[in-house]
């Protein structure tokens, strides 16, 4: 009821295109069926020789297609257009609607399996909707022909009217099963759509492996397991008309028995049984059409339903009715006796206690797994936290708008998101109205204007997907640029120069720390050489803190930080060494 409920919701939206739509289509159906009355006409005026009433049913048989040519044109486009915006108004509310869930939906779904209802579903409600033209049209045809049959001969309208109950009962059983087999079509193609993103999102990965062959013969698989689910509902789809040619053969060879003796009798005219078997036809066919829409029916309801899924999905993260707006924030972050845990039940985190003063950098360091991530996404609150409260300048996060939450925070993640599109594009994509005079400031402070200003179309130069055509380094800057137009209070640097070689690093670890200059920052270390400056080191580990302090202390203090730092320095002389060619053995082996 929900999905028919929805789809007519969409429907109405048009409901003056489908109105004149299916005048037009009265129209059509009313000319079609006088095809039949002409026909007769025309049948028996040969048989009378009457050429002069040839001549003139000939003229109307022309003069009839003009207005049935319009009609069929006036309505085809009318529905074409209406179906072509109910498809394009369903992507955008999905579309705006997946911008509103939370991360933790896009974490259990895969990016194919949403491609796959922005395409594939939303197609189906389009051909469905546009199905309406035959909705219109066929049953205006099978009623005014029916009723045309029994002013013509009751008895013969009697014979073609117990045939349609059969057809009905017949397609039925014939197309119950289709909203199943359609939502197994379209899991399979969406499963289709995922192997292909994954692969294509990580061809590097695959070439690097020459796991080519392995590739084509897993997509060969889940696309042999769409064209089995495809060619199932094809067999359940092709049985619709022979079962509809077969009842409408049955009803012709009654009718022309029938109608043979009562001719003979002098029950009817030859050319009143010409008109009859003529009717028969466009009724049969209507009705065979109409046997089709019921497959066209569920394939739609299938579509729309799997679309309703992610429509009828809320977002685990949103405002509180009370939530106030923060315009303007001096960058204070208290974690206080926070806990956290995922929807599996995992603790994540267990009473954590820091405070970050403004203009200060508070780095967290620790194994994988720790807790440090998860501790950066409650500041913006992509989480809420299970048991205490995250505050910014002594607000709970939670009863702030995260819109004036999120305008304060800026995020510099280790692997660069960067969007297709123009370099300047991408600096601007936190404040698209910049000059370009603060866009080439931002990239100066990144390091970045340099490796701009040597491209042929600087800021105008298009980077391909994901920055394909920029190295690491400078999509990281890039990134940087685009978070210090932001001008954010807070700052958040996930590991953002663990994955660049030495060059590379140096050039980001200068623009980050131009970056941070007055800002609240927290920084997730990889390599703790890079956070030696900042104001406050807390030590993760099993989603505790326990160590924190500053550098110095730290390191005097010799726990854990200091033998972490110690192994991290021992392995990197190590590499140097054996980069030299000295000998690899470690300090651990020498003694």
């Not at 036809?281 to 497959?295: D, P, T």
């Not at 939530?323 to 206080?336: L, P, S």
């Not at 305008?407 to 599109?421: A, D, N, R």
């Not at 033998?563 to 140097?576: C, G, I, K």
């Amino acid at each position: 009821m929900e999905v028919r409920k929805r789809l007519v919701r969409y429907i109405l939206e048009y409901k003056w295109q489908f109105i004149c739509s299916a005048l037009l289509g009265a129209v059509v159906a009313v000319s079609s069926l006088a095809v039949p009355y002409l026909t007769g006409l025309f049948f028996k005026a040969l048989v009378k020789e009457d050429w002069a009433q040839v001549r003139i049913i000939a003229l109307l048989f022309i003069g009839l297609q003009l207005p049935r040519g319009i009609s069929a044109y006036g309505q085809f486009y009318l529905v074409a257009s209406a179906t072509n915006r109910i498809a394009t108004g369903i992507r955008e509310e999905l579309y705006a609607h997946l911008q509103k869930l939370s991360l933790s939906f896009f974490e259990r779904s895969k990016v194919g399996h949403l491609m796959s209802r922005m395409t594939n579903d939303v197609g189906l409600i389009q051909n469905g909707s546009h199905a309406v033209t035959d909705v219109i049209k066929d049953p205006l045809v099978v009623i005014g022909g029916i009723a045309r049959m029994f002013t013509i001969n009751w008895i013969l309208a009697l014979i073609a009217v117990v045939f349609v109950p059969g057809m009905g009962f017949l397609i039925n059983r014939v197309t119950k099963k289709m909203r199943k087999l359609t939502m197994s079509l379209q899991l399979r193609l969406a499963d289709v759509t995922a192997v292909m993103e994954e692969t294509i999102a990580g061809i590097r990965v695959v070439k690097s492996f020459n796991a080519e062959k392995n590739e084509v013969e897993r997509f060969g698989q889940y696309n042999k397991a769409s064209l089995n689910a495809a060619l199932t509902g094809a067999r359940r789809n092709a049985l619709v008309n022979p079962v509809t040619e077969t009842a409408g053969a049955l009803a012709v060879v009654a009718i022309i028995l029938v109608g043979g003796y009562l001719v003979s009798m002098g029950r009817i005219e030859p050319h009143n049984l010409f008109e009859f078997g003529a009717i028969s036809f466009y009724v049969a066919s209507a009705a065979k059409n109409m046997g089709r829409l019921n497959v066209t029916y569920h394939q739609t309801m299938a579509g729309m339903e799997r679309i309703l899924d992610i429509l009828n999905e809320q977002p685990d993260i949103i405002d509180s009715p009370n939530a106030k707006v923060i315009d303007e924030v001096e960058g204070r972050v208290e974690f206080r006796n926070v806990s956290f845990s995922y929807q599996t039940g995992e603790q994540v985190l267990t009473d954590i206690s820091f405070v970050m003063e403004p203009g200060k950098a508070v780095a967290l360091v620790g194994a994988s797994g720790s807790g440090k991530s998860t501790i950066a996404n409650l500041i913006p609150r992509f989480y809420d936290v299970t048991d205490g409260a995250v505050l910014v300048d002594g607000h709970d996060v939670r009863d702030v708008t995260m819109e004036s939450l999120r305008k304060h925070i800026g995020i510099v993640p280790q692997e660069t998101i960067l969007f297709s599109g123009t370099i300047r594009d991408n600096i601007a994509y936190g404040k698209p109205d910049a000059t370009d005079e603060e866009i080439e400031q931002a990239a100066r402070a990144a390091n970045a204007y340099d490796f701009i200003s040597q491209l042929e179309d600087g800021y105008q130069t298009v980077i391909g997907e994901r920055g394909v055509r920029l190295s690491g380094g400078e999509r990281q800057r890039i990134s940087i640029a685009r978070a210090i137009l932001k001008d954010p209070r807070i700052l958040i640097l996930d590991e953002a120069t663990s994955s660049l070689d030495a060059t590379s690093e140096r050039l980001v670890q200068d623009a980050l720390e131009k970056l941070m200059q007055g800002r609240t920052t927290l920084v997730i270390a990889h390599r703790l050489s890079t956070i030696t400056k900042a104001d406050r080191i807390i030590v993760m580990a099993c989603g505790k803190i326990v160590e924190q302090g500053a550098f110095e202390d730290l390191m005097r203090s010799d726990g854990f930080f200091a033998r972490l730092y110690h192994t991290q320095f021992d392995l990197q002389a190590v590499n140097t060494i054996v980069d030299a060619g000295g000998s690899s053995e470690t300090p651990l082996e020498k003694g």
